[in-house]
């Protein structure tokens, strides 16, 4: 049988069967009378081979729904499905699916043991779970050249001895050791120079196809997120407000959060006029979400009733869904 390490592990579902199902997932912080919903009953999938963007401002729960999908903290409710099986007790064991999801963080910095080389840093895991010492700096060599960085130059370094686009080249090969299927990335072009974001986002283009990887993209950037997802969610105060294909949802935003959302980026074309009003104020907390539509006292088409009745997500087009009381109205 051929080395496990060396091989990611085989699709089981086929590929109609997505990746990664979460379901109803929430995460309340807090002790009662100030609990925070930082997730509130999110429910999505990553397909096999699709890079999924998760856009909205800081606070809105990015890195908490992350931190569930990795079982790094534990959910309030909800499940997370792994190829089609029940991720946890009863179903496949954290150990088994560790292995095939990875993440990547935004400081790239505070990832790494400063105290390790970056060839260490790399082959930590693989070496963890049993590779021999010869297989372990072939694969760190591998893994160093296919994120850019001559082994040779770079394999004995410290991280305080690279750039932070080079740190993160780093982190993504260590992500890539136990040849993962999914890759959820928490930001990790945000702290880096326009110039570096653009070469490390063209690296994570080519090593999804290389690496045969399916992609959780998080970003509070909509035009990066326009660049390398396939489809994009968006989160208000811990929940699910649009989801679609990058193309549709960019062109025809259906929630108005979204659109507000888009009409406050720097535009790239100076001439283009947007008829959304851009984003005011600040998201309300959520240790006390606004009643109905949590979007409603930001929103610029609200309605009588918005702030009652909660929208559930609709359909919009083929694929497309937004929780707007507008969507699906006749
Ligand atoms: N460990 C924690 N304890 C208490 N509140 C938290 C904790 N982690 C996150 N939060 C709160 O949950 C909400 C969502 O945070 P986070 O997931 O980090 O958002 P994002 O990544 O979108 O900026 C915020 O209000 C944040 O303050
Ligand atoms: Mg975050």
């Known amino acids: 049988m051929a080395d496990p390490l060396l091989d990611p592990v085989p699709d089981l579902g086929g590929p109609a069967q997505p990746l990664l199902l979460v379901q109803n997932l929430s995460r309340h912080f807090g002790k009662k009378g100030s609990v925070v919903r930082a997730v509130d009953g999110v429910s999505f999938a990553v397909k096999k081979g699709e890079t999924l963007g998760i856009v909205g401002e800081s606070g809105c729960g990015k890195s908490t729904t992350s931190r569930l999908i990795m079982g790094l903290i534990e959910p309030s409710g909800g499940e997370v499905i792994f190829d089609g099986e029940h991720v946890g007790p009863g179903g496949m064991p954290l150990s088994v699916y560790r292995r095939q999801v990875q993440m990547v963080f935004q400081d790239s910095y505070a ?4 105290r ?3 060839g260490e840093s790399i082959g930590f895991a693989p070496r963890v779970h049993g590779l021999s010492r010869e297989a372990t700096d072939a694969r760190v060599r591998d893994l160093l050249a296919a994120v850019g960085l001559a ?15 080079q740190r993160q080249r780093v982190n993504i ?3 890539l050791a136990l040849r ?3 890759i959820i990335l928490d930001e990790p072009v945000s702290a880096l120079d326009k110039s570096v974001e653009a070469q490390v986002l063209n690296l994570l283009v080519d090593l999804k196809a290389e690496f045969d990887l399916s992609y959780l993209f998080i970003s509070h950037d909509l035009n990066v997120v326009q660049f390398i997802a396939d489809r994009v969610l968006v989160m208000y105060l811990g929940q699910v407000v649009e989801i679609g294909p990058v193309e549709a949802l ?3 935003a259906a929630h108005p959060y979204t659109a507000a959302l888009l009409a406050s980026r720097p ?3 100076p001439d283009l006029r947007r008829t959304t009003p851009p984003l005011t104020g600040d998201p309300p907390n959520p240790v006390n979400p606004p009643s109905g539509c949590r979007f409603h006292p930001r929103c610029a088409v609200v309605q009588r009733g918005c702030d009652i009745h909660v ?6 087009s083929s694929g497309h869904l937004a929780a707007c009381v507008r969507v699906g109205a006749a």
């Not at 990832?111 to 400063?114: C, G, T």
């Not at 082994?151 to 686009?165: K, N, V």
């Open 111 to 114: 990832s790494l043991n400063p």
């Open 116 to 118: 390790l080389t970056i």
């Open 151 to 165: 082994p040779d130059q770079f394999a004995r370094r410290y991280p305080h001895e690279l750039s932070g686009g």
């Open 173 to 175: 090969a260590r992500a």
């Open 180 to 182: 993962p299927r999914l």
């Open 250 to 252: 960019y062109r025809e």
């Open 267 to 269: 535009s790239m074309d």
């Open 311 to 316: 929208p559930p997500l609709a359909d919009v």
